[in-house]
């Protein structure tokens, strides 16, 4: 009877373990996709495939650590939440973190990568897509890098408009303070990756709380809300 109770214990505990760790498996999966690239015709090199482009990065250069960079499928666009977010990427062996800027046609696990990026992870392949690649998010590779909010053009106290850059996870939520963190306010997000907030600020600085896909928050104090400037953080999530 005890050896009965206990092995029906074990098996609970080996069923609980077999459902925390599909539970852990499926938070981070692996998507199997198409994986193509863009810009050919163009000629254009990293950033200036996407600088001005669909994730609003004005300026903006790859950090260090990054190996490339990609458009993710509209069907996961959703405004440009993804940008900025990091991806592990492999194809044949070859592995490659790189960063969401861009976005694409296709379905949702279709990746759609610059020149540079595409020739690094087929070792120079001519051929323009190529299906089976894998791909997952990951922290992106910033070491002690902090966030920093970039205000748009002609962005004020009057209209609030601002792209989150350098972020270790994607960012799920921003919010402003006008009395040094006592109260907030809520923005919402607009395609092109742009946190707007409804109304107006009575004065040229603000604090801003950004907060990301895995609940981690970050403040950004005294961010001037002026056209085009870039506030930097202190630290990252």
């Known amino acids: 009877m005890i050896f009965g109770t206990f092995t029906h214990f074990v098996a609970l505990v080996a069923a609980g373990s077999t459902v925390i760790n599909a539970a852990a498996v499926s938070k981070n999966p692996v998507y199997t996709g198409l994986g193509t690239r ?122 609030f408009a601002a792209t989150i850059e350098n972020i270790t996870h994607r960012v799920k939520a921003v919010e402003v303070s006008s009395d040094g963190g006592k109260n907030w306010k809520a923005t919402s997000l607009k395609d092109p990756n742009m946190w707007v907030l409804t109304g107006t600020l009575p004065n040229d600085v603000a604090w801003v709380r950004v907060t990301s896909v895995n609940n981690k928050k970050v403040i950004v104090k005294n961010v001037a809300l002026k056209s085009g400037v870039v506030t930097k953080g202190t630290s990252n999530f």
């Open 38 to 159: 863009y810009g050919d015709s163009d000629g254009c090199t990293e950033e200036n495939c996407w600088q001005n482009g669909a994730c609003s990065f004005v300026g903006y250069d790859l950090p260090a650590g990054i190996d490339g960079s990609t458009c993710v499928s509209e069907d996961i666009w959703s405004k440009g939440a993804n940008c900025g977010g990091c991806i592990q990427v492999s194809y044949k062996g070859k592995s490659l973190k790189i960063m969401v800027t861009n976005k694409t046609g296709g379905d949702k696990n279709h990746l759609d990568m610059t020149p540079a990026t595409w020739k690094k992870l087929t070792n120079g392949m001519t051929a323009g897509g190529v299906d089976g690649i894998k791909w997952k998010w990951i922290e992106c590779p910033l070491g002690k890098a902090p966030l920093q909010v970039h205000m748009h053009g002609g962005a004020s106290k009057y209209w």
